[in-house]
Each structure stands twice: as structure tokens, then as C-alpha cells.
């Protein structure tokens, strides 16, 4: 789980939970809840963690077992996260409904992240990397084809 691997990474980098929340510039608490599971850690500073610890996204979500390290630094492209989630959805030939209901969120939020209103939450983006196979990295960086 997410949560742990937070957690075992800071250890092992030797940082305590209020220096882990420094860096990723929110409270001790806030960053206490991601680490303890209470709280899912938002997409965006999920991977500010992976761009800090220098690992993929797909290995602190648990879609890889191997501890993969990310080559530079990667800045999610919202536009490209977009683009790439009504790609995932149009070539399974899925309505906004139906792809929503795939992946345990409703049409309105599909439309809401194929049409760059909102950012997709963690948990919905691991359930599409789960279900569509495919890879966070991809999703966040790369127009998929």
C-alpha cells in the first residue's frame, strides 16, 4: 500500500515524518495521515515523493514490485494526464458512464478529468492503471497511442 512505502522510504532516507513533510511543503499532520493510510495522498505530491526518493509512481502504488528508479524528475502534465485518460477510454470504445463505472467513479468525473477540470484522484488513477494496464508513468507523462 501506498502508506507503506511512504513510510519505508522515509525511514530509510533517515527523515522524520515533520522533515518528509517539509519537503513536500505541507503540515506534519497532513503528511502523519498519508503515511498512517488515514488520508490518500493526492496525485500531485505522490509524485512530488516519487521525484524526492527518485522512484516510479507504479512502485509506491504497487502496480510494480521492483523498486525502479526514475531516470530525472517528472512534472505531471495535466493536459497530457487528460488527453491520455479519454485515449484509454475511447480505444476500449466505453461511454464516460460506462468507463467511470470501470473504474468506481461517476460520468461527471470522467468528464471532469478527460476535459482538464480536475486533476484524476490517486486512487482513480491507480484503478485505471489497474484495469487498462497501464503504467502511472505513462499516464502522467507520455501521450499514450
Not at 516510479?56 to 531516470?71: A, C, F, I
Not at 491507480?126 to 501521450?143: P, T, V
Amino acid at each position: 500500500m501506498i502508506f507503506e512505502k511512504l513510510k519505508d522510504l522515509r525511514v530509510y532516507e533517515d527523515k522524520t515524518q515533520k522533515e518528509a513533510a517539509k519537503e513536500l511543503n505541507v503540515s506534519r499532520s497532513t503528511y502523519a495521515g498519508w503515511e498512517c493510510g488515514k488520508d490518500i495522498i493526492p496525485l500531485l505530491k505522490l509524485n512530488e515523493v516519487a521525484n524526492i526518493y527518485k522512484v516510479t509512481l507504479d512502485y509506491l502504488v504497487d502496480l510494480s514490485e521492483n523498486q525502479e528508479h526514475r531516470k530525472s524528475k517528472i512534472q505531471i502534465n495535466p493536459e497530457i494526464v487528460s488527453d491520455n485518460i479519454k485515449m484509454i477510454r475511447l480505444s476500449h470504445n466505453l461511454t464516460q458512464k460506462d468507463f467511470g463505472s470501470s473504474i468506481n467513479t461517476s460520468q461527471s468525473n470522467i468528464y471532469k478529468y478527460e476535459n482538464g477540470k480536475s486533476l484524476i484522484t490517486t486512487m482513480y488513477a491507480i484503478e485505471l492503471a489497474k484495469n487498462y494496464h497501464c503504467s502511472l508513468e505513462d499516464l502522467i507523462e507520455k501521450r499514450l497511442k
